[in-house]
């Protein structure tokens, strides 16, 4: 039997229906918005591992080309491994339903999403979660739902519902949350203000309210019978009771390490300790004790924040660690800096190109290039460990494309700046936020390399411990307490405003009198870390970097550009094999040249300006001999042109044939007089 559910939403359509596809899958749901429409699923296994300590949650988004009309690309001709935006819409489904499950749920659980139908409108990461969180209502799987997502722009002081693809706003954000509360956010903004931010916030949590509900009818008509609820993996509350009383003050003194380094070391002598205690009693095992282990701390780091409003390493709840800033450290590259806070510590690096150097992305909305690359990498190195090296995973793409989110606002226009530009940034050491790390360290190397940013970029992570109506909001949070805490809520942006906005949650929702309070907060450090940045390097340089390659732009007209082309390309390779610079022309005629030095790309401009453009009466322009007669020589001159230039022209009406003083290849300034009946060029010496 077939069960849907349909509303008007943002002008359009949203239908959820399930009973037609996928029918042997714990719970499936196809939503359709406009004309795109996405088959969710969830399939979970019904018996759980005993000895399993975590939750084996996986989120899949899939884009099929066919749901676009498109074959795909390369020589399969089939889809292969995800793609940055399908890994990170994975991330965008997981954040906010990976909360709701029960706490004792291990079971492993899988959730797709598989866009089948795109029309190139509405975009399908809202209604892949609002999918994923149907599917997952109608299981019968203990699942806290349900929750629901929507998309906001801002342009003209409105906000939009849901904005088209293509349309042009100030705001791209996506909010989830259930009735209570919200759950995640993510976002980018050109500078909008902490009031307008949080009035967003506001606007989908309000929006997607209508959407919940439908979920609930769906849900009332056909939802499987529930799961029993879990069980406990083992019971340690005593164990955990036991460990407090016997053993607090040695826990105690490990967090009092002044380093990351120096508290892991002196928590694995405590556990020794505790470990060796209970190493006669059979009925504890080591994943009993381990996990007994890590409540006792969990619970001592946030009741000391909530009873004393300090933290382990001694600051109080909005203080910002020790910050130090280095720029041009590396003496080859385009621009560098080295960005320190506390211990997490980024390396950032830009390198400058050209048109040529965009990179091209293919999406199921169309083929567009993109000239400014950001790339975050987390060695293993930097939290002391031992890994294995591959591609990256969806935690360093996912932290890149944050990163990029928030320097991508003030990034200058092709016309202001016409090169393409790739951040790295290689996480050197990591205790906290080396997202944030990699929006300062990325900013400064930008302005190192002379890119003219609008403003300089910084970030900061916020932390949340909650008990009840008891709770404390932490600025710029360290890695143990991003472990133990119940938000990771991260803002960047300029004195302006806010430019990337990203919020997790491990509880089931979050207030707004709580976002509110962590907007503020994260405001006044936001621009206290700008202050330490601009220490270092308070603006773009007003010069290149020296090994950044120089790059001219000029328009010429559009009937002149398949001239400065040439058949199959022929006059343009030749340009560049005789000048060795790099050209791009684009269909309106703009020209960039870009090359290692100036008087390269100097002397491609001219044989450019040559061809595309005609040459000015009165002008003077350098010109080479290429054939003498006794009459004359002739000239080439202003890139291909040649002309005569008569003997009377080099010494007066007088002068007799046969005197030509000039031979081939000699060099002579001549200026141009305008043309004959015949269209020839006149010629006179300067």
Partial sequence: MIFKQEIIWGGRSLSIETGRFATQATGAVVVKYGDTMVLCTVVADTKASAERDFFPLTVNYIEKAYSAGKIPGGFIKREGRPSERETLVSRLIDRPIRPLFHKNFRNETQVMCTVLSFDGVNDADVISIIGASAALTISGIPFLGPIAAAKVGYQDGKFILNPQIGSETDLDLVIAGSQDGVLMV??????????????????????????????????????????????????????????????????????????????????????????????????????????????VCENFVRSKILDTGKRIDGRDTKNIRDISVDVSVLPKTHGSAVFQRGETQVLAVTTLGTAQDEQMVDSLAGEYKERFMLHYNFPPFSVGEIGRLGTPGRREVGHGKLAWRAVDAVIPSKNEFPYSFRVVSEVLSCNGSSSMATVCGASLALMDAGVPLKNAVAGIAMGLVIEDDKYEILSDIMGEEDHIGDMDFKVAGTVNGITALQMDIKVTSVTFEILEKAIKQA???????????????????????????????????????????????????????????????????NV?????????????????????????????????????????AFVRFHGPREGLLHISEMFGKSAEKGSVSLNVGDDVEVRFLGVDHLGRPKLTCS
């Fill in 186 to 295: 993510e976002s980018g903004a050109r500078e909008l203000s902490e009031k307008d931010m949080l009035a967003s916030l506001k606007f989908g949590y309000e929006s997607f309210q209508p959407v919940i509900d439908i979920i609930t009818k769906l849900a009332e008509e056909c939802a499987k019978d529930p799961w029993d609820e879990p069980a406990p993996a083992a019971e340690i509350q005593g164990i955990v009771s036991e460990i407090s009383g016997k053993f607090l003050n040695d826990i105690e003194k490990a967090y009092g390490g002044k380093s990351k380094h120096d508290r892991n070391e002196a928590l694995s002598k405590a556990k020794q300790k505790i470990t060796e205690h209970y190493k006669d009693n059979d009925e504890i095992t080591e994943e009993i004790l381990g996990e007994a282990f890590s409540e």
């Fill in 523 to 589: 405001h006044i450090g936001r621009l206290c870390i700008l202050n330490e940045m601009s220490k270092g390097l308070g603006t773009h340089r007003v010069e290149l970097n020296v090994n950044a390659p120089k790059m001219v732009n000029i328009v010429i007209p559009k009937d002149k550009i398949r001239e400065v082309i040439g058949s199959g390309g022929k006059v343009i390779r030749e340009i560049i094999d005789q000048t060795g610079v790099k050209i791009d022309i684009d269909d309106e005629g």
């Fill in 592 to 632: 960039t040249v870009a090359g290692q030095n100036a008087a390269s790309v100097e002397q491609a401009l001219e044989i450019i300006r040559g061809i595309a453009l005609d040459p000015v009466v009165g002008v003077v322009y350098s010109a080479k001999v290429v054939k003498t007669m006794e009459y004359g």
